[in-house]
């Protein structure tokens, strides 16, 4: 069965995106970069991949299929990138949106998430953000949260849905010279 994880950059505080959903305050740090560019290249927007020195045909490592919920998808198509993740499977969950270059989800995020689980393939990256998160935490399986030495506040947190304990497992914390930590969890049995 396919993994669903969530790879996402976070404040100390866990807020991934600032109250109106801006997340261009996250620094991108070289050494970080390098690193999760390294392992997980599919994460790269498309439009990007060959700037930092990715091929067209890089092999996708961990992920063939990208979700994201429409707030997380609606910054790059006001950049007009109509499919920011062309080589992956790119299913966005909107009960707006309509005609786009990518796979519309309209309801029951958790049923579709439980049938993609089941198709062969690589993971599944849920890149944001934090209500379909909570919508689609009973599957998450690995959590990788690049973490920046930022307190913001206030903003759009990891997961915001009503109080629902989940335990899951530190598997890792790689903390790196810029200040960052890329923490890993896998979901406890």
Request: proline share 7%; glycine share 8%; aromatic share 10%.
């Amino acid at each position: 069965m396919r993994k669903l994880t969530y790879y996402v950059a976070a404040s100390i505080d866990g807020f991934i995106a600032d109250p109106a959903g801006r997340f261009d305050f996250f620094p991108i740090e070289p050494d970080v970069m390098a690193a999760m560019n390294a392992e997980r290249p599919e994460a790269v927007p498309t439009a990007f991949r060959s700037a930092i020195g990715l091929a067209d045909d890089t092999l996708n490592r961990s992920y063939d299929t990208v979700l994201m919920g429409r707030h997380s998808y609606e910054p790059g198509l006001a950049a007009g990138m109509t499919s920011p993740y062309a080589h992956l499977r790119q299913i966005v969950f909107s009960t707006t949106l309509s005609s786009t270059d990518v796979e519309i989800v309209k309801s029951d995020p958790l049923g579709a998430v439980r049938a993609l689980k089941r198709e062969p393939g690589l993971g599944i990256w849920l890149c944001g953000g934090g209500t379909l998160a909570s919508q689609l935490l009973p599957e998450i399986d690995e959590l990788v949260i690049k973490q920046y030495p930022l307190v913001l506040g206030a903003g759009i947190p990891l997961f915001s849905s009503a109080f629902e304990p989940s335990q899951f497992n530190l598997d890792s914390a790689r903390p790196f010279d810029s200040g960052a930590v890329v923490l890993t969890y896998t979901r406890s049995l």
